[in-house]
């Protein structure tokens, strides 16, 4: 599936080639962390399908779990994430890359299909729907 997708000021813009049956939703603290939210949602791709149209991503590298360093992509002026993918080992690698999907204009059509890190999510999750939900604010 092509997607586009931009920051929230549009000074990075993007496209992609995904696999929408792979998008799938992370608890973890790192991802809570990063997003500022109670989990991230991500789809794959790799370098050669993802293509910066605008901008240039700064690059954070946080340690997971694992102790492997994780390019962090975002924009260094609305600070939106963009992507996230693993530190390069050698030159030609063709390396898979998380792609944020809240940045993507057709995010309602990546539903995710697996959740990650299930352990740290957050226990209100689970009764979402008893919230009451307003169209606007």
Request: some cysteine.
């Amino acid at each position: 599936m092509r997607v586009d997708g931009q920051c929230h000021c549009g000074a990075i813009i993007f496209e992609a080639e995904v696999d929408p049956e792979r998008t799938r939703l992370c608890h973890c603290k790192d991802c809570q962390r990063l997003s500022g939210s109670a989990f991230r949602i991500a789809v794959p791709t790799t370098e050669s399908k993802f293509r910066l149209l605008t901008g240039t991503p700064s690059i954070y590298v946080k340690t997971a779990e694992s102790g492997n360093g994780r390019e962090q992509a975002f924009c260094p002026i609305c600070g939106t994430a963009i992507y996230a993918t693993s530190i390069r080992q050698h030159e030609g690698e063709d390396r898979k890359m998380g792609v944020r999907v809240g940045t993507l204009r057709q995010a309602d059509q990546l539903v995710p299909k697996r959740q990650f890190w299930g352990r740290s999510a957050l226990g209100w999750l689970r009764n979402l729907s008893d919230i009451p939900c307003v169209d606007t604010q």
